[in-house]
């Protein structure tokens, strides 16, 4: 029957690739494989270069922060899933984890290790691994993560058939294994002269009970003849998938009336002992563990600190010797990767115990901290938060902001520096550059709170707190969540907040909102002040004054006043009045005049004429001079009254249409800060009054 059109089919159609699937499913003879490995040696590289490669194919780039040199590795930002996964900031820890992979690619030793990820919780350990094996499912079937495993075509005499079928080896191992070991040293070193220093393969022990079990009855079939036992080898490319249980295996903690160690080794098939005669035949065993389907890629251990000591036994062996002990079952050589994480407290608890010295000894721990960077924090929540995914949801501007610097605030250690809160030391972290402080000082507030991060609040409390906030049935009535509303939130949540029981942490919790509230009434205060101030044509008049005035003070020259046609004196009272807004000193006013025309000159040497938005420090002291001539006649104090007089009224409108236009606010939020900042003049008002 003829498939009717649909613009459904039409889009499956597009996403199908029938030679993709063609070249991920390709199958051949062991000597074909041979030649493909002659062709590009990397197709055999083990699990550890494996994950390293993958990790730089996707890129990197170099940048300085105070004074030290950084890698970002452009596989943290999720592209296999669109950023789904992606990881900000932590640019130390993640160059951590490469360089552990690097040591273990080129076999320094990292690769006779458990990787124990260790941070507090919430802080992007799963996530972490979560990429990795995404990652190399996503590498595995693309022509440079290529890798290969093999089946037995088996008679009818050895799988007591009528015909032949074929069976897969259980472990997806490498076919190179395959090579007698009296001669695999001389073929892998024939291979590795067309492999530069440091990607040499490296292949790991011999091949799993059940294919030499198979190997060791076709040999005996055709006497000794290796040859004709390959022929019996059918090599097909190995695609990973969690999923599937091929290269990729997640192992989670249960109770200890629940779990034995054959999770993680394989059982006994009983009910092929009847067919074999034995349970120690291979055939009659189930190499079906998480360490014997993650052969060739990554085992994931969640919490592993929590798992039974019997489990933590089996974890030592397989990463010192590579090698794991199945149920009657001589020991069997593995070549994976082994991730564990875990938390503070099970950490100690493993530090605690002497019995635990030789799984120490075995780790190699990665401190995963919170961030303590302000902007990558609002990018966590941003990516769940953002226009894109709370569509008919007014988010006002700095409400993840504000909930942001709560969080980073919460992780800071306090300054032992005089003269330094908790809130510039977060704003010198995000690159904000404070006077008086430069990078060596940075650097050394860093070094005296080398635990940084390591202790605080979530960013998943943060992230129940804005969902809490987004469902609120004040929201709802809104459509719309502001700052304070999510301060509520996360104030209120840390009565009931399970992991805060001391009480004298919860005090300082709040104190520190206290501080957030403080700041977000100066942003507020200073987005008004420049929509006040955004008057372009009246900030031109006053920027073209002050220029004027000090041009003709530092030439020693008169102004001619445009209105009576007289020869005056430079306006001292303009200049000093916008030169105070940025803090000039009148000892200073003279060098700061001249480095404005110097400024000036500069860019008429190369032809550009000069805007006054093209000086950042002149900028801001325009607005603030422009906004204290305007809030007296806007009368922003008298929004606090009932009533308003239709002139304010009209420069209240303009303003707000600038905070909508500029700012990103709605009407109801942009309104709702034109009357909180005009409160906050007012209480100024009334404390000078008294």
């Known amino acids: 029957m003829a498939i009717k059109a649909n613009p459904i089919l039409s889009i499956i159609d597009r996403k199908l690739d029938l030679g993709q699937y063609r070249d991920q499913h390709w199958d051949g003879t062991f000597w ?13 590289r083990n699990a550890f270069q494996r994950v390293y490669d993958m990790i730089l194919s996707y890129g990197t780039e170099s940048f300085t922060q105070f004074k030290n040199e950084y890698t970002r590795y452009k596989f943290f930002s999720d592209p296999v899933d669109r950023g789904h996964d992606a990881i900000f900031g932590l640019e130390r820890p993640l160059m951590q984890l490469v360089d552990f992979f690097k040591s273990a690619a080129q076999g320094y030793g990292t690769e006779k290790r458990i990787l124990l990820l260790h941070g507090p919780v919430g802080s ?11 990652g190399l499912e996503a590498y595995s079937r693309t022509d440079d993560g290529r890798l290969f495993t093999y089946s037995w075509r088996l008679p009818h005499k050895l799988n007591n058939d009528d015909g032949e079928h074929f069976l897969d080896c259980p472990m997806h191992e490498e076919p190179l294994l395959l090579i007698p070991k009296e001669a695999r040293a001389e073929v892998l070193e024939q291979i590795n002269d067309k492999l530069p220093e440091g990607h040499r393969l490296r292949l790991y022990g011999d091949v799993c009970p059940f294919c030499r079990k198979i190997m060791d009855e076709l040999m005996e079939m055709y006497g000794g003849d290796w040859k004709k036992v390959m ?39 009983y009910r092929k002992i009847a067919e074999y005669g034995s349970d120690s035949d291979p055939r009659a065993f189930n190499f079906d563990g998480e360490l014997n389907i993650a052969n060739r890629g990554i085992v994931e251990f969640i919490e592993v600190l929590k798992l039974d000591v019997a489990f933590l036994y089996d974890l030592l062996g397989a990463s010192q010797e590579h090698m794991i002990k199945p149920k009657k079952f001589a020991q069997t050589h593995i070549d994976e990767v082994i991730l564990g994480h875990t938390n503070e407290p099970e950490y100690k608890k493993l530090q605690g115990n002497e019995m635990m010295e030789a799984f120490r000894d075995r780790t190699i721990k990665i401190d995963v901290p919170y961030n303590i960077k302000l902007d990558d924090e609002v990018k966590i929540y941003l990516k769940d938060f953002g226009p894109e995914r709370v569509r008919g949801m007014h988010i006002a501007p700095h409400t993840v902001e504000v909930a942001a610097m709560w969080a980073v605030l919460t992780r800071l250690g306090e300054p032992k520096k005089a003269g330094i809160t908790k809130v510039q030391k977060l704003k010198l972290y995000n690159g904000k550059q404070i006077p008086g402080f430069t990078e060596d000082s940075i650097k050394e507030l860093k070094e005296e709170s080398p635990r940084e991060g390591m202790t605080g609040i979530s960013p998943r409390y943060i992230q129940d707190k804005i969902s809490n906030a987004l469902v609120s049935q ?12 999510v301060m509520n939130e996360l104030e209120g949540g840390l009565t009931h907040h399970s992991l805060i029981t001391d009480e004298e942490l919860k005090k300082d919790y709040r104190e520190l909102l206290a501080v957030v509230r403080e700041e977000y009434e100066d942003i507020l205060k200073a987005e008004v002040q420049r929509a006040i101030s955004a008057d372009e044509d009246a900030i031109k008049r006053l920027a073209t004054n002050y220029i004027e005035s000090v041009r003709a003070y530092t030439q020693h020259e008169r102004v001619r006043n445009r209105y009576t046609g007289r020869d005056e004196e430079p306006d001292e009272r303009l200049m000093r009045s916008i030169e105070e807004k940025i803090d000039i000193p009148d000892s200073r006013k003279d060098d700061f005049r001249q480095e404005i025309m110097n400024y000036i000159g500069a860019l008429a040497l190369d032809g550009k004429k000069f805007e006054y938005s093209t000086n950042a420090r002149l900028l801001k002291a325009l607005e603030l001079k422009l906004f204290e001539d305007q809030r007296d006649t806007i009368k922003l104090k008298n929004l606090v009254s009932s009533v308003v007089d239709d002139e304010t009224q009209q420069k209240i409108d303009v303003v707000k249409q600038r905070l909508i236009k500029y700012f990103g606010y709605n009407e109801t939020s942009a309104t709702d800060v034109l009357n909180y900042v005009a409160s906050i003049f007012a209480r100024g008002d009334s404390k000078q009054d008294e």
């Open 32 to 44: 074909d494989y041979l030649d493909l490995v002659s062709d590009n040696p990397t197709i055999a």
């Open 124 to 134: 992007s350990k799963s996530t972490i691994a979560r990429l990795l094996k995404k």
């Open 231 to 269: 022929d019996h080898v059918k090599v097909k490319r190995l695609i990973l998938s969690e999923k599937d249980r091929r290269g990729i295996g997640t192992f989670q903690p249960k109770d200890e009336k629940n779990q034995d160690s054959t999770e993680l080794t394989g059982d006994i098939n």
């Open 474 to 485: 004040q929201a709802q009535l809104d459509k719309a969540i502001n700052p304070f509303m």
